[in-house]
């Protein structure tokens, strides 16, 4: 599982050769959420305040996910991004 971040209990992974379009999930306890790199369209549920940290973390690092998601795309080593602080 490649994770990319780490921030408050808070797992963020993107899989090699994943389906389009550019995406990333986050895991948190029991909950997974994937969503949209681009406008951060959300599939599956997570508690509000989680899902707002990963979102926040998301407006902040769109170039980095895109960067990490063409290496993926390539089965290429992903770059570790930043947590939120």
């Keep these: 599982m490649p994770v990319i971040s780490r921030f408050f209990g808070i797992l963020i992974v993107i899989y090699w050769r994943d389906h389009s379009p550019p ?6 306890g029991s909950e997974e959420v994937e969503i949209e790199v681009r406008n951060g369209a ?4 997570m508690s509000p305040r989680a899902l707002g940290l990963v979102q926040e973390w998301r407006e902040r690092h769109i170039a980095e996910l895109l960067e990490d998601w063409n290496l993926a ?12 602080e």
């Design 23 to 28: 995406h990333f999930h986050a895991k948190y």
């Design 42 to 45: 959300v599939l599956g549920k």
């Design 73 to 84: 795309s390539q089965n290429r080593p992903l770059a570790n991004i930043p947590p939120l």
